[in-house]
């Protein structure tokens, strides 16, 4: 197939990348280096544009022939988009809805959109499948549900198929060494923890330790990131197959407290990691567990790096080799 990735200069695009080529697909990355690295698309033919920008996107889809779309391009930063929310807004739906037009006026009709747990809001029940209701908190989850409703909708007026994947805490790296998170500002807990444990940061700080959890910190779902674009192969071959739109929560089902994490880092990098104590982060449920069931029944995915060893092994692979030259 030829594979459209938006967004392929990025953390998840780019990993999402090696594994089409590997799995032998042609990929074409549009990106616009905002917040992605051009050495980190390791296949494929490069284009640097903007979703924002009409006639490059005209250009783009008349010049290949696209079987689907893969679309990795958002900010990701809770924070930041309550205090600008227009950013989210603009890049995060109108950006994605000039895609989906081009899309539907080119005739490609399979479309597999990076979701996120912050679609649910606050958690009314733990694990969180997929008929969970939606109520996001801040305008990066709302920008993203937004999205997912212009899907149904596009869905049922110009037959677009699309597969909604819902990641919880995406973290760790290629197994190969060849790709990791290289965020800035960096904001996720893994690669800071990893940083304090290197040296490049002096401690870690935690956000909260009086939260209604077993030990005080906030628990998440974090799932490996080559597990994610198993998930997206797997989604795309499920909606060529079938012709149905879908959405599926991917986590692994586990959840572990920030203590956890930092107690697993000090573990598997044999290193100190100070920890210093400080107020709640605004926005962060206490919980936030996947239930995976329907992306394994229906998908057949199974996460297979996904221990929180695995995990925080590949992405100190990753800091020790990369950022340390
Ligand atoms: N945390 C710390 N210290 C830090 C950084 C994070 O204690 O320096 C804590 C946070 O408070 C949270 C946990 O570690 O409890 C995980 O935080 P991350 O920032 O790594 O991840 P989030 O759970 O906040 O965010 C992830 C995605 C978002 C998405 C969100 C909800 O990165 O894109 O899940 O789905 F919106």
Aim: hydrophobic share 40%; with cysteine.
């Amino acid at each position: 197939m030829n594979i459209l990735i938006v967004g392929g200069a990025g953390y998840i695009g780019s990993h999402m990348v090696k594994l089409l080529s590997v799995a032998g697909h042609q990929v074409v990355v549009f990106d616009n280096l905002s917040k992605g690295y051009r050495d980190a698309v390791l296949e494929g033919e490069f284009i640097e544009g903007d979703l924002a920008n009409l006639e490059q996107l005209e250009r783009l889809f008349s010049s290949s022939r696209f079987d689907a779309v893969m679309h990795f391009a958002s900010f990701i930063e809770v924070g930041e988009s309550v205090r600008d929310p227009a950013k989210y807004y603009r890049n995060n739906f109108s950006n994605t809805q000039n895609l989906l037009d081009s899309m539907v006026a080119h005739d490609v009709g399979h479309f597999i959109f990076s979701s996120t747990a912050a679609i649910f809001g606050e958690p009314r029940y733990t694990p969180i499948d997929e008929v969970h209701a939606k109520s996001p908190i801040n305008p990066y989850g709302r920008s993203k549900f937004m999205v997912e409703q212009m899907l149904e909708d596009y869905d049922k007026a110009h037959g677009l198929k699309s597969v909604c994947l819902r990641y919880f805490n995406a973290a760790g790296a290629d197994v190969e060494g060849d790709l990791g998170e290289r965020h800035n500002p960096e904001t996720h807990l893994i690669p800071l923890v990893l940083q304090a444990a290197s040296g490049r940061r002096d401690a870690i700080a935690i956000y909260g330790n009086d939260y209604d959890t077993a030990d005080g910190t906030c628990v998440r779902d974090y799932i490996h990131v080559q597990d994610l674009c198993a998930a997206h192969l797997l989604a795309l071959d499920s909606l060529r197959k079938t012709g149905n739109s879908n959405q599926f929560n991917l986590g692994n089902g586990l959840g572990f407290s920030v203590r956890q994490v930092i107690d697993c880092a000090r573990e598997v990098t044999g290193r100190e990691i100070k920890v210093v104590n400080e107020e709640r982060r605004a926005g962060d449920p206490a919980v936030l567990v996947a239930d995976a069931a329907r992306a394994k029944t229906v998908l057949g995915w199974k996460p297979s790096l996904s221990s929180l060893e695995k995990i925080i092994e590949t992405a100190w692979n990753w800091e020790q080799s990369f950022f340390s030259h």
